[in-house]
């Protein structure tokens, strides 16, 4: 995806106590590459940084996350600033200490749209025409008689169809694409749905290096621990977000969660667990649950 250097202007510095050190990483040309999501969101910043298309929503759970223990396990940021008259949120680069990467997302969670927009779907239904063409280019089955006729669905059946046709419902998690140091890019991952169909594309995505896996797998295990005592976790319902992997040459791996977009606070008498399963109204979204069969999986790909 395009993505260009920019002259930026600070809008918002992090009002949050986070602190917003000294660049650490040189004013150079920074390299970044876009796995999946949104076209034309992204710019590529100056000191390994990077801006994203400002969302509320996920500003505020960067602010939070700064003060929360999962502060290392995602991108530190670095407050609003504006770009041609445009608001993005500035954070790190993660692909910046890596030698020509290899990089994969994953979403993580047994569901991929927030309850409020299923409330939304029933009151002001709105059939998208854009979801049924994307629908049928994969499964021409797959819409119903009515939706056939409307040449439309609405986005909660389509994000539910894409759920269980991949692995998202019935793992919790799925891959939505990778790119290999060799610049191979694969993204035909909405039908990689079974436990051996996920081996396959992880083992190819590593290049079946045992020692990599290794490295995922441990930082994997890190980043459970501390979900598993954060605050931020407890009291967010964490929906469409991802895990970006990303390994070079020399060994080295990192997983970071990105994408906060969906992202959003319960009200002040409710916490998650992330692992009981959904019925609507409890607000549970799978991700410790996708995270625990993501570990299994990675675990089962190492030798005995
Ligand atoms: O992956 P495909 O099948 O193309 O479907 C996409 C993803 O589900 C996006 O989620 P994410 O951003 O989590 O990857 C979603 O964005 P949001 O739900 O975030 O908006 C898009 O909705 P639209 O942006 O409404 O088209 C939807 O069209
Ligand atoms: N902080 C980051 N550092 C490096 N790459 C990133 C970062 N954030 C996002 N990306 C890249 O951009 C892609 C889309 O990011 P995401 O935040 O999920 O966007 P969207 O909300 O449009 O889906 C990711 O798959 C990854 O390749």
């Not at 990675?298 to 005995?304: D, F, G, I, R, V």
Request: hydrophobic share 35%.
């Amino acid at each position: 995806q395009a993505a260009q250097e920019c002259d930026l202007k600070c809008v918002s510095d992090l009002g949050c106590g986070a602190s917003s050190p000294v660049p650490m990483t040189p004013k150079k040309s920074q390299q970044w590459l876009q796995v999946v999501g949104h076209a034309g969101s992204f710019h590529v910043g100056d000191y390994g940084r990077l801006l994203k298309r400002f969302c509320k929503r996920e500003q505020q759970c960067y602010l939070r996350l700064m003060k929360d223990a999962l502060r290392p396990f995602v991108p530190e940021y670095h407050g609003v600033v504006q770009l041609d008259k445009l608001d993005y949120n500035m954070m790190d680069n993660l692909l910046t200490h890596f030698i020509t990467p290899a990089i994969m997302d994953c979403k993580i969670g047994s569901r991929t749209y927030l309850e409020e927009e299923l409330h939304i779907a029933r009151e002001r239904p709105q059939p998208r025409k854009d979801m049924y063409e994307k629908m049928v280019a994969v499964d021409p089955e797959a819409p119903s008689i009515q939706e056939r006729a409307q040449q439309a669905v609405l986005k909660t059946r389509y994000m539910q169809w894409r759920e269980t046709l991949s692995s998202t419902a019935s793992l919790g998690f799925r891959i939505e694409g990778f790119r290999k140091a060799n610049e191979e890019c694969h993204t035909n991952f909405k039908r990689t749905k079974s436990r051996e169909q996920v081996m396959k594309a992880f083992d190819s995505f590593v290049e079946s290096s045992t020692q990599i896996v290794w490295g995922y797998l441990r930082q994997l295990k890190q980043l459970r621990q501390v979900l598993e005592t954060s605050d931020f976790f407890r009291t967010h319902e964490v929906v469409g977000s991802s895990l970006l992997f990303v390994h070079d040459w020399t060994g080295r791996t990192g997983v970071w969660m990105i994408d906060f977009g969906k992202t959003v606070i319960l009200p002040p008498h409710l916490t998650l667990d992330h692992r009981t399963p959904w019925a609507e109204g409890n607000r549970e979204d799978g991700y410790l649950w996708g995270l625990d069969n993501l570990i299994d999986i990675l675990a089962n790909m190492l030798p005995t």
